[in-house]
């Protein structure tokens, strides 16, 4: 099956679609910062799901310039962002933060369909999901 894609709309040219996932406005400013530098002001963010990680599934975010085939695409904070449809079931409602710390910087996903999460942060399981419970992690 091959998958389409479709120019990038101009956000106000698109049908109100709500807020899946919203960014705080560090994330924001820190994503709009990062797309400028790297000359992506036409790009968006892609938040997903994917299967694997220590808990069940695991978190991804890539910068995008065209939507999918149903995609759910709108703006958190000025930034446009792409959800496909199989990845917003676990992430309606996710909120999409940057952390400054001693160790490092990082965006961080704070999601109320995880009902455990790994102690990277990058991985989690659902009520549903079936996946282990563990806080053991190779991602340090």
Do not use: W
């Not at 924001?28 to 938040?47: C, F, N, P, W, Y």
């Not at 000025?78 to 996710?94: K, T």
């Amino acid at each position: 099956m091959e998958t389409q894609t479709m120019p990038v709309p101009v956000i106000s040219d698109l049908p109100e679609t709500p807020e899946l996932v919203e960014l705080t406005p560090l994330a924001a400013e820190k994503l709009q910062a990062i797309m400028k530098e790297k000359d992506l002001t036409s790009h968006g963010l892609r938040v997903f799901i994917a299967g694997g990680g220590c808990s069940g599934f695991q978190y991804g975010m890539a910068f995008e310039n065209q939507m999918e085939e149903g995609d759910f695409v709108f703006e958190s904070k000025g930034v446009r962002l792409y959800v496909d449809q199989a990845s917003a079931m676990y992430l309606e409602g996710a909120v999409v933060d940057y952390v400054d710390s001693l160790m490092g910087g990082g965006f961080r996903i704070e999601n109320p369909s995880a009902v455990s999460t790994c102690s990277c942060g990058q991985s989690f399981s659902t009520e549903s999901g079936g996946a282990a419970h563990g806080d053991a992690c190779g991602h340090h």
